[in-house]
């Protein structure tokens, strides 16, 4: 039951007792409901039923006002956990009834940019699932969209907010470990080519439904069929690796958490090199033991079992730092970088921090250990901005240069020679000096989905 401030003090003053959660007060350290952001999650895939179920009802600030799923089956499953909750079909009539202060966009990767866009233009502040986008130029529309919009835009690099990683970076940026040399990075597997030619693939789509157009968006439309869309993270037509130690899958987020420990995070590297041919490979050797819980909050060695296109490679920054993606996958910091420094290294993980110096890590205060979950801590310092005006810790242009690495990796793996140096530029965000590897920057859109215009 819903009481007003009005009802409340009428009834306070007749003198009948009211029963009010502590919450609807704002007791308890949690917001009353006109103090709280007001969302719809767009999505319920994998990440779109964690915001759902468990990440949202845990921060102080945010309350849902709606669910949206293209795919019916979906919404239905979300009816039985949440009947109360508006759903919906189609997002923008989910953003007209429901007077939502933001949307969660947590479609696949394909999508997220036109649907990222489209909530803008309707006065959504977003939260962009990552990759935030397919290409480096959608990226950048995405990011030029926001700032004309004046739209608050987070994306899912929840590394950013968490305390330990916030500390760990601070310990790097005031010299703990010296002047950073290197850091290593995984060397994480990238998307394979749709493989059209495959007769199991290659099916007349006509008669497709409607939902499977929507679902296709800018890629080719092709039939439906289950397993693209539960494993379009695997083709470079929808995301750019997004299995699990994949390039954009858990590499924006170990890509990320370097740009965060070097001061690179607005801008990129200048020189790239690849070291060996990309080839379809495993993600890395596999002792014969077992591991259990790891320190980035998965069973992180078993999920990086993964064979796809790989390639060592190194990237330089302007800073001095060389980057070397090199780690496998049955070691390291699989969410995370390992920083050199010339008076010791750190190792930060997302929910562990190790060093050498071993008395650097020790000295991490209590205030600084990471307490609930990486997800919890982003989404209420989103909704905390959303309510001040301040950005976000994981800031769209911030999401756009995280999500330019992956991009990068793939690109210069397809289209730069072996052993010699290619080279970016930060700002224009092209090569100089490598005309095929531009052509990969951005790629035609299906008709009726082109990017609105801002």
């Not at 003198?15 to 007791?27: D, H």
Request: proline share 6%; charged share 25%; hydrophobic share 35%.
């Amino acid at each position: 039951m819903k009481i007003s401030r009005r009802s409340l003090l009428k009834s306070a003053l007749a003198g009948v007792p009211i029963l009010v959660s502590a919450g609807a007060l704002g007791l308890a350290d949690e917001a009353a409901p006109s103090e709280r952001v007001r969302v719809g999650i767009i999505g319920q895939g994998g990440r779109g039923r964690g915001f759902l179920h468990s990440y949202l009802s845990d921060a102080k600030n945010i309350e849902i006002g709606g669910v949206c799923d293209i795919f019916e089956p979906r919404l239905a499953d979300a009816a039985k956990s949440f009947p109360n909750i508006p759903r919906y079909t189609d997002f923008r009539k989910m953003i007209e009834e429901q007077k939502l202060d933001g949307v969660l966009v947590e479609t696949v990767t394909h999508q997220r940019v036109w649907v990222g866009i489209q909530a803008m233009l309707m006065g959504m502040h977003v939260y962009m699932e990552k990759p935030m986008a397919l290409t480096v130029k959608e990226g950048r529309a995405m990011v030029n969209a926001a700032r004309k919009l004046n739209k608050i835009v987070q994306v899912g690099t929840q590394q950013r907010s968490l305390p330990l990683c916030k500390w760990a970076c601070e310990q790097i940026a005031n010299g703990a470990i010296g002047k950073v040399k290197t850091v290593l990075v995984p060397n994480f597997v990238g998307p394979y080519p749709f493989p059209d030619d495959d007769p199991k693939y290659n099916l007349d789509p006509k008669d497709c439904p409607d939902w499977w157009n929507i679902w296709t968006n800018q890629a080719k439309l092709r039939a439906c069929l289950p397993e693209v869309q539960r494993g379009w993270a695997r083709w470079a037509d929808y995301d750019a690796g997004g299995l699990c130690f994949g390039v954009s899958g858990w590499g924006t987020h170990a890509f990320d958490q370097m740009q965060m420990a070097i001061g690179t995070s607005l801008t990129g590297p200048t020189r790239i090199r690849l070291e060996e041919p990309c080839t379809i490979q495993d993600s890395g050797k596999y002792p014969n033991r077992a591991y259990g819980e790891e320190e980035t909050g998965v069973q992180y060695y078993g999920m990086a079992r993964v064979t796809g296109p790989r390639a060592k490679m190194k990237m330089w920054f302007d800073n001095g730092v060389e980057v070397r993606f090199e780690l496998d996958g049955d070691r390291g910091p699989g969410l995370g970088c390992i920083v050199v420094g010339d008076k010791g290294k750190m190792e930060i993980n997302r929910h562990k921090v190790s060093s050498n110096p071993k008395e650097i890590a020790a000295s991490l205060p209590e205030e600084c250990k990471n307490t609930r979950d990486e997800t919890v801590y982003h989404a209420e310092n989103w909704a905390d901005c959303i309510k001040t005006g301040k950005t976000p810790n994981a800031d769209v242009e911030i999401g756009q240069r995280s999500t330019t690495i992956c991009e990068l990796v793939n690109i210069v793996r397809a289209a730069a020679p072996v052993g010699k140096d290619v080279h970016w530029d930060p700002v224009k965000e092209e090569f100089t000096d490598l005309p095929e590897g531009n052509k990969l920057l951005s790629r035609p859109r299906r008709e009726g989905w082109e990017l609105p215009e801002v």
